[in-house]
Each structure stands twice: as structure tokens, then as C-alpha cells.
């Protein structure tokens, strides 16, 4: 029995044996009040900034560290098909921490890219990953994911749109249609890939398996390491069989396990300290319990169904860089961009939270969320290539810099959130035949990068890193 | 005397301590205050003070839930004491879930406890819920609304087979059927033949008292809330 299986199947094993509690007592008593003392005992109360958005404070973030540290080690997380706590020894986190890899690798050949740990301003160069779960027509599938990877200075790794059928069926997710989907899913990647001329780049897949049925059905098509099996857990420090299917399938597969999960302000958790504190123990206890090879977890504002506005900015920042700072773990950070294709305000969304999330020492983000993914096809290349070339050119930022920048641009859109601009779809912005934005588009393009390049952010750093 | 169980009742509420708003709604009962004039007084306040909380970023989800939760069973008292006359006393009863196959249940269950604080008597069926299960307990509990959210694209087509579902079944006018969630639009919910959309929990809620107040039936006229446009 491999080392993986093994520990994959003591977490298994506490699922069925641990301490019982209700999800609704869960998320309603233990949640909110274990959080709300933890922040007390450390003095972790009122301490958003909203006038800083990106913390520039390191002894908060350690604060926050060490309390988050203890609150994965009182709670656990819970298991919502057993209804019992999965809880950790200190011993097994201490572990798992002194075996984290140095380095992980994604892709083969000519096309692999390395990951290593990221402190806060770090100048090593992060990883991008393209593009998140939006729908888009089958027929467009193809040329859209080609065109996500077309340039490797700004997209590193697969991770794909999300088909809106399959064989112009409806997917209805945990059906055999869903299962069928994750195959299909990977055929239409690899002739992208291929299109691409980037056979050998490192996927992150099933983009479209909403549930274990569509990794399950796909997984096997990208096998070995370099791929990835990805986990989302349910909001708030939970876990489900579903998620255990799809990481046994991982490692059966030989893949890195990206596992994460939410944590919102205004939810459970509670303020933006409590988000805080909840997104830095789920990071330290989903490489122990569910394998995570590096974590994918992160804040989301509740009333905005985002995470560009001021607080979840500063809880992102505050949460990234007290792990970042305390411990060697890799983590994927996403921002959730509410506007669409082709507005100032995607750009300028898309450019605070990257910035952020780069300066605070994440190692890898996942984008774009054009559109929140609200939209069928409103998702086109040049999204992710503007995603790509800020989170890269961001390394070796100071903190201090990019909190000055960011209080620049957040006043141009935060008023917009509850009603973002929709954008255009790719077939209106995007000529996918010459793989180019429409020339209104790259107008657009050039205009705000200009102007982001006066305000201080570094945007061409990326030609010259590589 | 009044006042000042007035108030606690509310405080109670807001603070999410279900047991004691339970136990101070008996006292009040016992005392032989109006059970209306409790619930006025004492519970739509305590209602009211935590969707201010809720919306001003001072209280948070948990409290929702359990100021739901309290009214639920606040009301058990009320109307058990007001005997015939409490049949008007409700806005209306939900059926509401996360449709099969999503398990992101967050946004749902914010509009479940703001129904709920509302006035609306809801049956949360939780997530992963097959169509059938949703009509099953429409039919059980006598409701007048089913609300399906859902954060997946691939579980979008379930919203859909509630509504065909109860086509084929002759239940089509029986039951308001709305729809939510992240990737739905007011586009989708013309489409599917639904009754209403709503943008968000708010607008939901809005979305549910409009379709009561309404006199068209179930199927005829598509209702879509959407406050942040307004």
C-alpha cells in the first residue's frame, strides 16, 4: 500500500468513526462560535483595514497564522455524509508540513512548469492556470482552450472551459451524462492542446465534473503526474464522500491532488477576520486529511458573490500571506472577476485581486471568471492572457506598492459589484480564426494597461522573466 | 413588564438563541399578552433587527439561520394559541432545495432563513434534490411556491425537469415554481416556463411576496426581481 493510499484511508477511516456533529450544528453553533473566541483570545477582533486593502503588516498575518493553526487543530473538518468530525493531531500536521515537497511539477516535455513555495513579494515567477469552469458551446470549445494556451510566457497550465453539452445533449450533472461529458471533455482538450501546439502542458481536470460522476468518466484520460485532480469541499470546513472519490481517482491516477475550499464573509465563519481564519486552517488541514498536494482555497464576500471588493482583497491578503509566511505550503488563488469580457471593469477586477494575490505569496492562480461564469461564451483568450501577464509581472512587487496601486483602482469599479458590467460574448470580441481581440477590444486592452503601467504595476516584467 | 419582554424577545431573536426566544414567548403567553401583539412587537422586530445586521455586515449567516429557526417555533406557540384564527397569519409555504447533483448550498440558505424571517413557513429540502422529491413535498405540505437554486450549469436542466415533471403529472397550476442561483438568468427562467427569478436572496424574498400577492395563476406570467437593476 502506497503512502497516499494510506493516509487517504485513515482520513477515510475517522470519517466513519469521528466525534458526531449535525451539519446544521455544525455551521450554526460550532462554526461561528469556535471562530468568534479564537479571534477574541488573539485580539484578531476589527482588524479589517478598509483603507489598506492589501495587508502590509507582517506580525498580523503571523497573528492570524497562529490562531488559524489552532482553530484547524480544535475543529477538523466535517465529514457531511457521516455527519462526523475528521479531526487531525498536532503530530500529523507537524508532519505533514516537514514532508511538503520543495517543488511540484506540472506537464511533460517541453511543456512542464515547476511550482515552488512563494513568500509575501517574492520575485519567484507564479504559475498560471487557464481558465475556469465558464460554459461555452461545444462547437467553440476547441478554439477557445487552444487559444487560453497559445502563449506559455502567460498560461502554464490546462484546466479548461466548461462544455455546455455533450453531443448536444443537456449535461445533467451526476447522470451518466455527466460521466460521458468528463471523456468528451478530455478529447476536445488534447485536440486543443494539440492545436496549440502544447501536447505535453499539465491539465487540471474535469473543468465540467460538478460532482465525482465527470472526474470519475475523465480522469483516466490524463494520466501520470504533471496532471492534476482537483477537490472543492463544501463551504465551511466540510468534506464529502464526493470529494474522497475524486481524490482516490486522483491518486490512483498518479496526479497531484488540488483540494480547497471557500471561505465567506458574511457566511458561517462570520466578519472578514473569521474568513480569515477559516481560509488558513482549511489550508493546513487539506494537505493532512484529503492528500492536497497544494490547496485551492479562498475568500469570497457573501454580499457580492466575489471576492474584488475592499474586504475580501484584505482577507485574501491577510489569509495568503500568513501562510505564505509560516509555512512552505503552495496554494492556488482564484479571483472571481463579476464583470464580462471586454469592459474596463474585468481589467481593473482581474488586476487588483491578481496583484494581490501575487504580492501575498500565493504560488498559482486559475483564471478567468469572466463574467462570475454567469454567461454562456462570455469567456474569450484575452481574458486569460491579461490574467496571466499581471499575476506574472506582479513578482517582486513590494506589498507597500501594490496597496497603493490597488487604492487607485478599486474606487474605478467597487461601486459596480451588485451590478457589474456584462460584457461581451467571444464571438462579439474575439476573432477566434486569427486568435485576436477585436481592435475595440485591444484599444480597451492597451488603454488600461497603459495606465496601470503609469500608476506603478510592473506589466511588462513578464517578457523579460522568461 | 411588557416592554421589557418585548425587547428581549427581539434581542433573542437577533442574537440567534432560539431557546430562549421560545422560553420568553411562553412566559409571554403565560403572562396573557396578545399572542399577535408578541409576535408584533417582539418577534417582527427581533426579525427585523437581524436582516438590518445581515445586510449592514454585523451579523452574519448562522444568525439568519437561527433567527429563522426561532421564528419557526415562536410561531408553533402563536398560532397554536390563536387556534382558528391563525390560518392568515403566514405569507405562504416554500418548497426549497438545491437541485440533484449541487451541494453548494450557501446562497440557497440564505434565502431559505430570509423567507423565513419573512413570514414564509419553509420546507428546506437541502441539497442534491430530485425534481420528484421536490413536488413530493410541495404535494405533502400543501405549498404554494417551489423554489430551485442552483450554482451549476449541469444542474440547471433539473430546474427545468420540476417544471416539466409537473406538467406531465397535471400539477402544473398547483404550484409557483422560481427559480435562483449563479448562473441563472431571468433569460433561462422564461425559457424553462418558470414563474419568477430573482437576482439574489433579497430579491427572492421580493420575488416570493410579489407571486402571493398576485392574483394570475401558477404558469401564466413570469415574474423576474432583480432590486440591483432598479
Not at chain 1, 488563488?333 to 463579476?338: A, F, G, L, P, S
Not at chain 1, 474606487?411 to 481581440?437: A, H, I, Q, W
Request: some cysteine; hydrophobic content about 35%.
Amino acid at each position: 500500500m502506497s503512502v497516499r493510499i494510506n493516509k487517504i484511508m485513515n482520513s477515510l477511516d475517522k470519517a466513519y468513526s469521528g466525534p458526531v456533529c449535525t451539519v446544521k450544528e455544525w455551521d450554526t453553533k460550532v462554526i461561528p462560535r469556535t471562530i468568534k473566541a479564537k479571534l477574541k483570545e488573539h485580539g484578531l477582533e476589527k482588524t479589517l483595514d478598509m483603507e489598506n486593502p492589501i495587508n502590509c503588516d507582517d506580525e498580523l498575518a503571523d497573528r492570524f497564522f497562529k490562531a488559524g493553526y489552532e482553530l484547524a487543530l480544535e475543529m477538523g473538518l466535517l465529514c457531511t455524509d457521516t455527519e462526523r468530525i475528521i479531526k487531525i493531531t498536532e503530530q500529523e500536521l507537524q508532519e505533514t508540513l516537514r514532508e511538503y515537497p520543495e517543488e511540484i511539477k506540472f506537464g511533460r516535455g517541453k511543456d512542464q512548469v515547476v511550482m515552488r513555495p512563494r513568500r509575501p513579494e517574492s520575485t519567484v515567477e507564479p504559475i498560471v492556470c487557464a481558465s475556469l469552469g465558464i460554459v461555452v458551446s461545444e462547437e467553440l470549445y476547441v478554439p477557445i482552450t487552444e487559444g487560453l494556451i497559445k502563449y506559455p510566457k502567460l498560461v502554464d497550465v490546462l484546466h479548461g472551459p466548461t462544455l455546455a453539452t455533450v453531443y448536444g445533449k443537456k449535461i445533467r450533472s451526476g447522470t451518466p451524462y455527466e460521466t460521458l461529458m468528463g471523456r468528451y471533455e478530455a478529447e476536445l482538450r488534447r485536440q486543443a492542446t494539440y492545436r496549440a501546439e502544447r501536447p505535453g502542458i499539465g491539465h487540471t481536470g474535469i473543468a465540467g465534473a460538478v460532482t465525482h460522476y465527470g472526474h470519475l468518466g475523465g480522469a483516466a484520460f490524463f494520466p501520470g503526474e504533471g496532471n492534476n485532480t482537483m477537490s472543492l469541499c463544501p463551504v465551511e470546513l466540510k468534506a464529502s464522500m464526493s470529494n474522497f472519490h475524486r481524490i482516490v481517482m486522483g491518486i490512483n491516477c498518479g496526479h497531484n491532488i488540488r483540494a480547497g475550499g471557500f471561505s465567506y464573509i458574511g457566511g458561517y465563519a462570520g466578519p472578514a477576520e473569521g474568513a480569515v481564519l477559516a481560509n488558513i486552517a482549511t489550508d493546513l488541514l487539506l494537505p493532512v486529511i484529503l492528500q492536497a498536494t497544494y490547496v485551492s482555497s479562498y475568500v469570497y464576500d457573501l454580499q457580492l458573490f466575489g471576492n474584488c471588493g475592499r474586504k475580501a482583497v484584505w482577507a485574501n491578503s491577510v489569509s495568503t500571506q500568513a501562510v505564505s509566511r509560516n509555512t512552505n505550503i503552495m496554494r492556488n488563488k482564484i479571483v472571481n472577476e463579476t464583470a464580462g469580457p471586454m469592459t474596463e471593469m474585468f481589467l481593473y477586477e482581474a488586476a487588483v485581486g491578481l496583484m494581490n494575490h501575487c504580492v501575498s505569496g500565493s504560488t498559482k492562480t486559475t483564471q478567468p471568471r469572466s463574467a462570475g461564469g454567469r454567461y454562456t461564451d462570455y469567456l474569450t483568450p484575452m481574458e486569460a492572457w491579461w490574467c496571466g501577464e499581471v499575476f506574472k509581472s506582479c513578482a517582486g512587487m513590494t506589498r507597500k506598492q501594490a496597496n497603493e496601486i490597488a487604492k487607485k483602482i478599486l474606487p474605478k469599479y467597487e461601486e459596480k459589484l451588485p451590478t457589474p458590467d456584462k460584457g461581451y460574448s467571444v464571438k462579439e470580441c474575439f476573432d477566434l480564426d486569427n486568435m485576436r481581440p477585436t481592435p475595440e477590444y485591444e484599444a480597451l486592452y492597451h488603454r488600461v494597461r497603459n495606465e496601470l503601467i503609469e500608476l506603478g504595476m510592473p506589466l511588462d516584467n513578464v517578457y523579460c522573466t522568461k | 413588564m411588557k416592554d421589557q419582554l418585548f425587547e428581549r424577545l427581539s434581542n433573542a431573536i437577533a442574537e440567534g438563541e432560539v431557546d430562549d426566544a421560545v422560553s420568553i414567548v411562553k412566559e409571554g403567553l403565560d403572562a396573557g399578552i396578545p399572542p399577535l401583539e408578541i409576535m408584533e412587537k417582539g418577534g417582527t422586530k427581533g426579525l427585523k433587527l437581524v436582516s438590518e445586521r445581515f445586510s449592514e455586515g454585523t451579523a452574519y449567516l448562522p444568525e439568519l439561520i437561527l433567527a429563522g429557526d426561532s421564528m419557526t417555533e415562536i410561531l408553533k406557540l402563536v398560532l397554536e394559541a390563536l387556534g382558528d384564527e391563525a390560518a392568515s397569519e403566514r405569507m405562504g409555504k416554500v418548497v426549497i432545495g438545491q437541485v440533484k447533483g449541487d451541494l453548494h448550498d450557501i446562497g440557497k440558505n440564505v434565502v431559505s432563513a430570509l423567507l423565513s424571517v419573512n413570514g414564509f413557513e419553509v420546507y428546506d429540502l437541502g441539497v442534491d434534490v430530485d425534481p420528484k422529491d421536490f413536488v413530493n413535498k410541495a404535494e405533502e405540505v400543501g405549498a404554494s411556491i417551489i423554489a430551485s437554486s442552483t450554482l451549476l450549469t449541469t444542474s440547471m436542466p433539473y430546474q427545468e425537469d420540476i417544471i416539466t415533471y409537473l406538467k406531465d403529472a397535471k400539477l402544473r397550476d398547483k404550484y409557483y415554481c422560481v427559480v435562483g442561483g449563479g448562473p441563472v438568468t431571468p433569460d433561462w427562467a422564461e425559457k424553462i416556463g418558470a414563474d419568477g427569478y430573482g437576482r439574489n436572496a433579497t430579491d427572492a424574498v421580493e420575488l416570493c411576496k410579489k407571486i402571493m400577492a398576485s392574483s394570475k395563476a401558477p404558469g401564466q406570467e413570469i415574474e423576474a426581481v432583480d432590486l440591483g437593476k432598479a
